[in-house]
């Protein structure tokens, strides 16, 4: 995927660390011979898996360090910003050349003609000058270590 329309951040870059408890430890195993765990790929009635899934520790893992980063770096984004930022939120996380990358958006909206009924109070030089590059996320989790670097990217949108 590429993004055209998105700007690269260009703020101070952020480190963030986490353990991330597990509801259900026990529904998730460690493959020594593949490196891969199984985990449940769909839940049945009663809360009982349905179906499990194998994946590797990364993907995984990966996904939890990526969110850990995109809630991190908008918070310090706004914060940055100062106290009433308004219009500013994320995209999620997305691949971008095969990397988990992180969009900050800013969103106004737009009535029926087109016109313009909401805009953001900070702009994009604003929020891109501020916003961090790249967030270094660790997270801990099924009592494994895994690490990331999430850049991030800043957009302009508007919804009708």
Same mark, same amino acid.
């Given at each position: 995927?590429?993004?055209?329309?998105?700007?690269?951040?260009?703020?101070?870059?952020?480190?963030?660390?986490?353990?991330?408890?597990?509801?259900?430890?026990?529904?998730?195993?460690?493959?020594?011979?593949?490196?891969?765990?199984?985990?449940?790929?769909?839940?049945?009635?009663?809360?009982?898996?349905?179906?499990?899934?194998?994946?590797?520790?990364?993907? +995984?893992?990966?996904?939890?360090?990526?969110?850990?980063? +995109?809630?991190?770096?908008?918070?310090?984004?706004?914060?940055?910003?100062?106290?009433?930022?308004?219009?500013?939120?994320?995209?999620?996380?997305?691949?971008?050349?095969?990397?988990?990358?992180?969009?900050?958006?800013?969103?106004?909206?737009?009535?029926?003609?087109?016109?313009?009924?909401?805009?953001?109070?900070?702009? +994009?030089?604003?929020?891109?000058?501020?916003?961090?590059?790249?967030?270094?996320?660790?997270?801990?989790?099924?009592?494994?270590?895994?690490?990331?670097?999430?850049?991030?990217?800043?957009?302009?949108?508007?919804?009708?």
């Amino acid at each position: 995927m590429v993004l055209e329309s998105t700007v690269p951040a260009r703020g101070e870059s952020i480190s963030v660390s986490r353990v991330v408890e597990e509801d259900h430890p026990e529904r998730f195993d460690y493959d020594e011979e593949t490196g891969e765990f199984r985990y449940p790929a769909a839940i049945g009635g009663g809360g009982r898996v349905a179906r499990y899934g194998t994946t590797s520790y990364k993907t +995984l893992a990966g996904g939890k360090a990526a969110e850990l980063a +995109l809630w991190s770096a908008l918070d310090v984004t706004k914060k940055r910003l100062g106290d009433g930022v308004e219009g500013l939120g994320s995209s999620g996380v997305v691949y971008v050349d095969d990397e988990r990358t992180i969009i900050l958006a800013l969103q106004s909206s737009l009535d029926r003609e087109g016109r313009v009924v909401f805009e953001p109070n900070v702009t +994009l030089d604003e929020v891109v000058e501020v916003a961090p590059r790249e967030v270094h996320s660790t997270v801990e989790w099924l009592s494994r270590t895994y690490e990331a670097v999430v850049p991030v990217v800043v957009e302009e949108t508007a919804i009708q």
